[in-house]
Every structure is written in structure tokens, then in C-alpha cells.
């Protein structure tokens, strides 16, 4: 009877004369296996004979790809630590889409303090920089000067006409910390340009250029993915307010602005088009300047933030059509995103060159009926 050992020995036997017979009978196997040959592969590597070509990482050398040049930005989430799953969620796809290769700092901001679980599972998911700063109280609650009785009767009259949010103080408080005091913050202080994320979107393309230097490069102050019109029982007074400043103003409101996006009768009324602003790509400097300072100034006194439920998306979209020329906008048509309910797909060669996982077939907001993209198409037709 055969013990185990002996099953293991005859196999070993059985490899090694395999082997003697393969390297006297089939010379290139000799060479390949010989002690000699594998020690040599281990010697010296001299890799420059065996470099990619930059052609193949890069295949058309637009300007805007990976390379030294880098933009003076960085990817900002405002979130509550409740949120994690969902933060998580958007920000492995930014990762996987796009920042692997870019490697630009994020900036996480809360009211509350972030907690170390949530802190630690962030930075797990990126060797970029990543910083975590509180929000200044004065920054986010409602202020002093706002009348309570007014504002809580404002509440209820929405929850009975069932708008959305319509009887939550977090999430007006955060609408106007959006508005007009995320780029105060001293974490964004350094820097320029941001990209705007919120929990649970998706990103359904590889990014290869970097969108941040295309903004710089072309002198854009604001882009986004999606438009739409705004619900008008959370706007109600906004336009009155926005004609006021604008009678007050007028020296700071350019000719050549977005306004035929914002109305369809020179400004008489608003129709009510805005950019979606869970996705932002834009220009802090702009949003600190002296014109769009003004702006919100003028809007937060009016108190609607409270008193009605003005969301950033219409603030920051009337802001960036009314007080920059309308070329300083632009639509970033090869950003695949969604965000419940709506989602943008890039077309043809974008579609194919981001390597989208999005069908075109459906879902694409675009040019569905209520999608405000046809208004913006038109401002430069
Ligand atoms: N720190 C903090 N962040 C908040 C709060 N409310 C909302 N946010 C964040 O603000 C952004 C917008 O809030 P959302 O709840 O996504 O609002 P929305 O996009 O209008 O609506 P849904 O996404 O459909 O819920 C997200 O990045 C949220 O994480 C809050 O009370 N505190
Ligand atoms: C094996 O190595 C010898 C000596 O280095 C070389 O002359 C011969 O061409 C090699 N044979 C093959 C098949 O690679
Ligand atoms: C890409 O770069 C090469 C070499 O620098 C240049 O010859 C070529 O014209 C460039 N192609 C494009 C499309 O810019
Ligand atoms: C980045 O931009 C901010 C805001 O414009 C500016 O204060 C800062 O100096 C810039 N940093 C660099 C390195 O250019
Ligand atoms: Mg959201």
C-alpha cells in the first residue's frame, strides 16, 4: 500500500523528468526556464525602451487632460452624517469616473460635527485630500430678524398644500446656506472653482479631461447638467424681489445675460427655468464678487428663505443668468448624471467616448417636455 508521501514524491518525480525532457527536446522552453535567463529578468529593468507611448494613455492630447497643469478647486458635499451611505455611493463613482486620475482635494461641510466613523469610511475611498469643516452657526440657523410667527404659519400653510420640504426648517436652513454662504466658508477659501456633489447620484461616464481647467481656459463662471422649471408655490414673491433689485441695480447687470433663459416676455415674469444645483460646476469668485454679494443680500432681506422656501437652485440660477453674460454659462453635455427623478445622457460621440453606461433611449431629461434645456439652446441660436 502506498502512503501519501509516497503519492507526492512520485509526482515530483514526474515533474522534474517533464522538465528535463522539454528543455533538451524544445529549446525556447529551456531558454525561458534556465536559472540563468530568470535571474537576468530580474537584474536590470530597463523600462524606456518599454514605456508607453503617451499617445495610447491619451489617445486625442486635448489640453484639458491629466498632466502638470491643475486647476485651483476642489469637490465640495455638504452632508449630515446620517448621510454616509448616500455620500458613499456618489463619491466611489467620482472617484472611479473621474478624480482616480485627477486627484483634486474634497471638502465635506456640515452645522453638526462630522463623527470619526464617518470621517474615517470618507477617507478610505480616496488618496486625495480630504477635509471636513462645521458650518459657523450664523452661517446656517435663521436669523434673529426673522419673524417666527410668520415664518412657522408659512410652514404649515405648505405641509396642507403638500409642497415638497414645504414644512422643514433644516432644509430651508440649508437652502440659504447654499445660497449665498458655502464659498464663505474658510475650507473654500483657497480655492476657485468647485464641483458640487450630493449623496446618492450617479455618474454614468469616464471623465478624462479635466473640467475645471475647461472652465478656467474658456472664462466660465457656471455649468450644469439639467434644467427645469421650479415649483411656484416654494417661489412666490421671488420674482417681485429679483425685479426690485434689478430696477436698484442695473449697473451691475450685463446686456448680453441670460435673461430670455429666466423669461419669456423680457423679464416681466419669471418662467420659472432653473439649473438643477445638485450638480454645480462653477466659480466661487463669482459667487463672492461684488454683483451676486448684492444679489443675495437683497433676496435674504426680503426674508423669503423663511417666509416662503426659495431653494439655491433658482437663487443661484437667476444669479449666474441675470449677473453674468450668458457665454459664462455652460452646459456640461458630456457629464452623464442623475439624480432622483431626472437624469442627463450624454449624445453620440460623448456617449461613446465617456464609455456611458446610460441608455438614450429613455430617461434622458433633455429634451422631455419639461426639461428647460431648449430655452438655454435658444440663448445662442
Ligand atoms: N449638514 C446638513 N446637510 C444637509 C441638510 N439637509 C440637506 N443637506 C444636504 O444638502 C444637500 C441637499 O439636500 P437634499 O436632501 O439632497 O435635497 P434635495 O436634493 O432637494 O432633495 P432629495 O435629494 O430629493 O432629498 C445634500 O447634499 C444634503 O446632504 C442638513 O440639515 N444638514
Ligand atoms: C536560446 O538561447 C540561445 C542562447 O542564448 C539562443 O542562441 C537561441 O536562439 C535561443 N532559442 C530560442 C528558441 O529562443
Ligand atoms: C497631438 O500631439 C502630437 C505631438 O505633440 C501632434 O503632432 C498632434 O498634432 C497632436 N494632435 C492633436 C489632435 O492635437
Ligand atoms: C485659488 O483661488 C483663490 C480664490 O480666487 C485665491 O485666493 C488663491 O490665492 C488661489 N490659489 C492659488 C494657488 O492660485
Ligand atoms: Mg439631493
Not at 422649471?229 to 425685479?243: A, C
Amino acid at each position: 500500500m502506498m502512503t501519501p508521501m509516497r503519492y507526492v514524491v512520485l509526482v515530483l518525480c514526474v515533474i522534474v523528468s517533464l522538465h528535463f525532457i522539454l528543455t533538451v527536446s524544445h529549446e525556447a522552453y529551456g531558454n525561458a526556464t534556465s536559472i540563468s535567463h530568470l535571474l537576468a529578468g530580474q537584474k536590470k529593468v530597463d523600462d524606456s525602451h518599454y514605456a508607453v507611448p503617451d499617445l495610447y494613455h491619451w489617445p486625442d492630447n486635448s489640453t484639458y487632460r491629466v498632466q502638470d497643469r491643475r486647476a485651483n478647486a476642489t469637490i465640495v458635499m455638504l452632508a449630515r452624517n446620517s448621510d454616509l451611505k448616500g455620500v458613499v455611493k456618489s463619491m466611489k463613482q467620482m472617484e472611479d469616473r473621474f478624480n482616480k486620475q485627477f486627484r483634486y482635494p474634497y471638502t465635506f461641510l456640515n452645522e453638526e460635527p462630522f463623527t470619526d466613523k464617518f470621517k474615517e469610511t470618507i477617507t478610505e475611498l480616496t488618496n486625495a485630500p480630504v477635509e471636513f469643516g462645521l458650518i459657523p452657526r450664523e452661517h446656517w440657523y435663521q436669523p434673529d430678524w426673522i419673524d417666527e410667527a410668520k415664518a412657522s404659519a408659512a410652514r404649515e400653510d405648505m405641509v396642507k398644500n403638500n409642497v415638497i420640504y414645504g414644512g422643514s426648517l433644516p432644509y430651508r436652513n440649508m437652502c440659504r446656506f447654499n445660497s449665498g454662504f458655502f464659498y464663505r466658508h474658510e475650507l473654500l477659501s483657497k480655492y476657485k472653482y468647485y464641483w458640487r456633489v450630493e449623496p446618492d447620484v450617479t455618474f454614468f461616464c469616464d471623465l478624462d479631461y479635466d473640467p475645471f481647467l475647461f472652465m478656467q481656459d474658456h472664462g466660465k463662471v457656471y455649468g450644469f447638467t439639467i434644467a427645469l422649471p421650479e415649483y411656484v408655490e416654494t417661489i412666490p414673491t421671488l420674482w417681485n424681489t429679483v425685479k426690485d433689485f434689478i430696477k436698484k441695480n442695473p449697473d451691475v447687470i450685463p446686456a448680453d445675460n441670460a435673461m430670455d433663459f429666466l423669461s419669456d416676455d423680457k423679464g416681466d415674469t419669471y418662467n420659472r427655468c432653473h439649473f438643477w444645483s445638485n450638480f454645480e460646476i462653477a466659480d466661487l469668485d463669482f459667487w463672492r464678487g461684488e454683483a451676486y454679494s448684492k444679489f443675495f443680500d437683497h433676496l435674504d432681506a426680503a426674508g423669503g428663505f423663511y417666509y416662503e422656501r426659495w431653494g439655491d437652485a433658482p437663487v443661484h440660477s437667476i444669479g449666474a443668468a441675470l449677473l453674468a453674460p450668458k457665454d459664462k454659462l455652460h452646459f456640461f453635455h458630456d457629464v452623464g448624471y442623475r439624480h432622483e427623478p431626472f437624469q442627463h445622457c450624454p449624445r453620440s460621440e460623448s456617449h461613446k467616448n465617456g464609455k456611458c453606461w446610460c441608455s438614450l433611449d429613455d430617461e434622458n431629461f433633455d429634451y422631455h417636455w419639461y426639461s428647460c434645456l431648449p430655452k438655454f439652446d435658444r440663448l445662442f441660436a
